[in-house]
């Protein structure tokens, strides 16, 4: 018995040693100085002033050597961008993988620079620096450098100091009148609007001391001249301030298709005009399906696809799936495309013309605004009672204000509105303290 029990005791020692021995064979010793094997190398020497035209160009190329880790890595690499004045807590993070090198198009660094705060046509000075990582573990972060960036600012200034006033627009002023924007004809003007029935004029600075209307509907500009009679519709009005006259013409450009209304059954939807980029855009939930643009719900002029991002008035389906989307068509040169998003917010409760059931009053993307963080809702009447805003018509996620602090908090308490007409922006830049203004 006692052979037996020295045998066993001696086979677990030697099995003890066997695993001991194998432990410290697998284990790796990390190069406790591979943080300076590595550094960030930017090719380009700035400063670097970025152009629109060159959106589609390289701007900056950067590259670094594989760090030494000591024992044979898969590293994951993330390039952070911040301004020089900032900390890295709102860095810009680019993930790369596990590759060496990263380079960046005009349109990805001017993006970057503006969503930083960057200041557009403004030389700005950029800190950048590389992580690299084993798994979570970060063992490498390198020293900044500093590249000096000029971004540009897509963000077109189109307005005029003219607008469209009347019972079929804006209750002879009771909101801001309805704008006309510039053209490429100097003199010439233009308003996409959607009247009711009712009288129009245009008016300057949205008072009337200087104002047009049309003695004789004969399409002349008269000064001070008889008040226009429009039927309900969306429209086209150019004005001339060349040879003082005017035109009204029917003009929508919608959605059709299977994938929104079964190709017509209910209206299509509508794009409004974005003076801010000179294009039409819309948000809108499509289905699994296909397609197409049309101009006035009609199929006298149709679109389908063409060459890629491109529209063809000869084109097949667009063949779309189900999601949330923002989507922008230039009829300057028929591009198009179609950028998915998972947010549509609105406006919901007693206060609001629909009710608590909805459907939402939508927000629309701020498009003056070079990021895409801020959502408006422009003059909405609101009865008194109680209200909220929400995420794609659903309760899932809705934002109210607990201690009326402009802060939105997620579920949070209802808001309170008295009898009137408001605008209201949603700001999620800081995605942590979202916020909301009423005016």
Do not use: H
Request: proline content about 3%; hydrophobic content about 40%.
């Amino acid at each position: 018995m006692k052979k037996i029990i020295n045998s066993l005791f001696a086979l677990i020692i030697v099995s003890i040693g066997f695993t001991s021995c194998e432990d410290i064979n697998d284990r790796v010793i990390i190069n406790p100085d591979v943080a300076a094997t590595t550094e960030l190398i930017i090719q380009e020497t700035t400063p670097i002033v970025l152009l629109e035209e060159n959106q589609d160009e390289i701007a900056l190329n950067t590259n670094w050597t594989a760090p030494d880790f000591g024992f044979d890595a898969v590293p994951t690499y993330k390039i952070l961008i911040d301004l020089a004045t900032g900390d890295f807590s709102s860095a810009e993070t680019i993930e790369i993988g596990d590759k060496l090198e990263k380079s960046f198009t005009t349109l990805e660094l001017n993006s970057i620079a503006l969503a930083l705060g960057a200041e557009a046509d403004v030389a700005s000075d950029l800190s950048i620096k590389l992580q690299g990582f084993i798994g979570n573990q970060l063992l490498i972060n390198t020293n900044l450098q500093t590249i000096n960036i000029t971004p540009y600012s897509s963000i077109l200034d189109l307005s005029t100091t003219w607008g469209i006033i009347g019972s079929a627009a804006n209750d002879w002023g009771a909101t801001p009148d309805l704008p006309f924007f510039t053209t490429s004809t100097a003199g010439v003007l233009v308003a996409y609007v959607t009247l009711i029935d009712g009288e129009i004029k245009f008016r300057e600075n949205n008072e009337w001391t200087n104002d047009f209307g049309d003695n004789g509907a004969d399409g002349t500009l008269d000064t001070g001249g008889s008040n226009i009679a429009v039927e309900a519709g969306a429209y086209k009005i150019t004005m001339n301030l060349n040879s003082n006259t005017y035109k009204i013409e029917d003009f929508s450009l919608g959605i059709v298709g299977s994938s929104y209304n079964n190709w017509g059954e209910t209206p299509d939807f509508a794009l409004t005009y974005d003076s801010y980029s000179d294009q039409f855009r819309g948000i809108v939930k499509l289905l699994d399906g296909e397609m197409k643009f049309r101009m006035n719900n009609d199929w006298a002029t149709g679109y389908g696809a063409g060459a890629a991002g491109f529209l063809d008035a000869s084109g097949p389906n667009i063949a779309t799936t189900v999601g949330r989307y923002i989507v922008t068509v230039n009829l300057n040169d028929l591009s198009y495309s179609l950028e998915p998003i998972e947010d549509i917010w609105g406006l919901v409760g007693e206060a609001t013309p629909n009710g608590w059931d909805g459907p939402d009053v939508l927000f629309t993307r701020d498009w003056s605004q070079p990021n895409d963080d801020i959502w408006i809702l422009n003059n909405v009447a609101l009865k008194a009672g109680e209200y909220k805003f929400r995420s794609n018509g659903a309760w899932a996620l809705n934002y109210g204000d607990d201690n009326a602090d402009g802060i939105l908090d997620n579920g949070g308490a209802n808001l309170v509105a008295t009898a009137g007409t408001y605008s209201f922006i949603l700001n999620f830049t800081d995605p942590e303290n979202p916020t909301y203004t009423i005016n």
